[in-house]
């Protein structure tokens, strides 16, 4: 059973519009909700990460909102630039073991 | 701070050698260290979870004897790839966590730069 699923597959944004992706899980017991990116050939680093007794968190261009009572969360991305585009991966952790979505291919064009 | 390395970068290898990949936290200490597996456009899956000092826990579904882990000191761990086939060809990546502020692990994790291993 997949514990987060992430949608989309796939998103192509142009430059200077908002790159929105959407995560959700089913565990109640997770407490730590972070971000990855991902380049080709690369290691996943983390971008942003929030915690359930927040609902909303910033840093620079890039958001997340956590909804508990639905147990989704969602990135945000403003402004999106070229050089965002990458592959994202949400995770989900309880006890520091991670459940990783599918992740999100994002294209952003010039 | 808080950067992981990995060594190899990329390993070819022939049918049934045995590969071993390192995987360092340079300037920090690390509690718990993770070896994940990528497949080509899809998600991280954890293998193994290692304590420095004691045996690793394996996922469901992983050869602990196929996919040997040592963790011999707070900032090294190695993976070894015993007898490798063409069907362990994928992204190898690691990742470490820091102490945490009660002595355990933290949350955050901080990943390797993967190691891509080529079976042939």
């Known amino acids: 059973q997949q514990q987060v699923k992430q949608s989309p597959q796939s998103l192509i944004v142009q430059k200077g519009g908002i790159s929105i992706i959407n995560c959700a899980y089913e565990?109640?017991?997770?407490?730590?909700f972070p971000w990855y990116q991902q380049f080709p050939g690369k290691g996943p680093a983390l971008l942003i990460a929030?915690?359930?007794?927040?609902s909303e968190k910033k840093e620079g261009r890039f958001t997340i909102s956590f909804n508990k009572s639905a147990k989704q969360f969602s990135l945000h991305i403003m402004d999106s630039q070229p050089g965002d585009s990458a592959t994202y991966f949400c995770?989900?952790?309880?006890?520091?073991?991670?459940?990783f979505g599918s992740g999100t291919k994002l294209n952003v064009k010039p | 701070g808080a950067v992981v390395s990995q060594h190899p970068s990329r390993v070819i290898c022939k049918s049934g050698t045995s590969v071993k990949i390192e995987c360092r936290s340079l300037?920090?200490?690390?509690?718990?260290m993770f070896w994940y597996r990528q497949f080509p456009k899809q998600s991280l899956m954890l293998m193994a979870t290692?304590?420095?000092?004691?045996?690793?826990?394996?996922e469901q579904g992983v050869e602990k004897d196929k996919f040997l882990i040592n963790h011999a000191s707070l900032t090294l761990s190695t993976l070894t790839v015993t007898s490798a086939h063409p069907e362990d060809s994928s992204f190898y990546i690691c990742?470490?966590?820091?102490?945490?502020?009660?002595?355990?692990?933290?949350?955050?994790?901080?990943f390797g730069p993967g190691t891509r291993l080529t079976v042939l």
């Open positions: 995770a989900a952790s309880n006890f520091n073991k991670f459940y």
């Open positions: 565990n109640t017991a997770f407490d730590y």
């Open positions: 290692s304590n420095e000092g004691s045996k690793a826990t394996y």
């Open positions: 990742s470490a966590t820091l102490r945490g502020l009660a002595g355990g692990p933290s949350h955050e994790q901080f």
């Open positions: 300037d920090f200490q690390a509690t718990t």
């Open positions: 929030i915690r359930p007794d927040v």
